[in-house]
C-alpha cells in the first residue's frame, strides 16, 4: 500500500504550472500526492488504470485539472467513489469557461467538487482535499485552523498598512 493520500492528474502537461499550486499547498499540509497526466480522450485506459491503482492504495481524494473540452474529472467521477475535486484550467480562447462549464456541469449521481478557473481554483482544490481528509484527523483539523487563522493574520496586516 503507497503513502498517497491525494492523486493530481491534469488533461495535458500545459497544466502542470496551475496544478502545482495544488502540489503546493497538500505539501505544506504534509499530505502525499502524485501528480500526473492522463487524458479522458487521448488516453482513457491510462486514465482508468490511475484510478484502479490508486482505489488499491486507498487514495481519499482526486484533484483534476483539465482545460478544453475538459471531460477528465468526470471521467475520474464515473469510475471512482472517491471525492473528485476538478479545477477548470483556462486553456483556450474561452479563457476556461468552456472547462468551467464542462466541470461544474454534472449528471446527477456523479458529482465533482468545482473549483475557480486557474491557480485560484487549484489552491482551494487542495484546501478542499485537506478539509476532507480531516474528517477524523485531528492533526490536519489542527492544521487547517491554523491556515485559517494565518489567511485571518494576513488580512490583518494589510488592513494595518492601508488604514489611516
Known amino acids: 500500500m503507497?503513502?498517497?493520500?491525494?492523486?493530481?492528474?491534469?488533461?495535458?502537461?500545459?497544466d502542470a504550472p496551475v496544478m502545482q499550486a495544488a502540489a503546493d499547498v497538500l505539501a505544506q499540509f504534509g499530505i502525499s500526492y502524485t501528480m500526473t497526466v492522463a487524458s479522458a480522450h487521448r488516453s482513457p485506459d491510462r486514465v482508468r488504470r490511475l484510478i484502479d491503482e490508486a482505489h488499491a492504495e486507498g487514495v481519499g481524494a482526486f484533484i483534476v485539472?483539465?482545460?478544453?473540452?475538459?471531460?477528465?474529472?468526470?471521467?475520474?467521477?464515473?469510475?471512482?467513489?472517491?471525492?473528485?475535486?476538478g479545477v477548470p484550467i483556462d486553456s483556450t480562447a474561452l479563457q476556461g469557461m468552456?472547462?468551467?462549464?464542462?466541470?461544474?456541469?454534472?449528471?446527477?449521481?456523479?458529482?465533482?467538487?468545482?473549483?475557480a478557473v486557474g491557480r485560484a481554483g487549484a489552491i482551494n482544490a487542495a484546501?478542499?482535499?485537506?478539509?476532507?481528509?480531516?474528517?477524523?484527523?485531528?492533526?490536519?483539523?489542527?492544521?487547517?485552523?491554523?491556515?485559517?487563522?494565518?489567511?485571518?493574520?494576513?488580512?490583518?496586516?494589510?488592513?494595518?498598512?492601508?488604514?489611516?
Open 65 to 85: 485539472g483539465a482545460g478544453a473540452a475538459a471531460h477528465l474529472a468526470g471521467v475520474v467521477a464515473a469510475h471512482s467513489s472517491r471525492p473528485v475535486i
Open 98 to 115: 468552456d472547462a468551467l462549464l464542462a466541470t461544474v456541469q454534472m449528471p446527477p449521481g456523479v458529482p465533482v467538487a468545482t473549483m
Open 2 to 14: 503507497s503513502d498517497r493520500r491525494v492523486v493530481i492528474l491534469m488533461g495535458s502537461d500545459s
Open 127 to 164: 484546501v478542499l482535499a485537506a478539509q476532507i481528509l480531516a474528517i477524523g484527523e485531528h492533526a490536519m483539523a489542527d492544521k487547517l485552523t491554523k491556515y485559517k487563522a494565518s489567511l485571518a493574520a494576513k488580512v490583518e496586516q494589510a488592513a494595518a498598512k492601508i488604514e489611516t
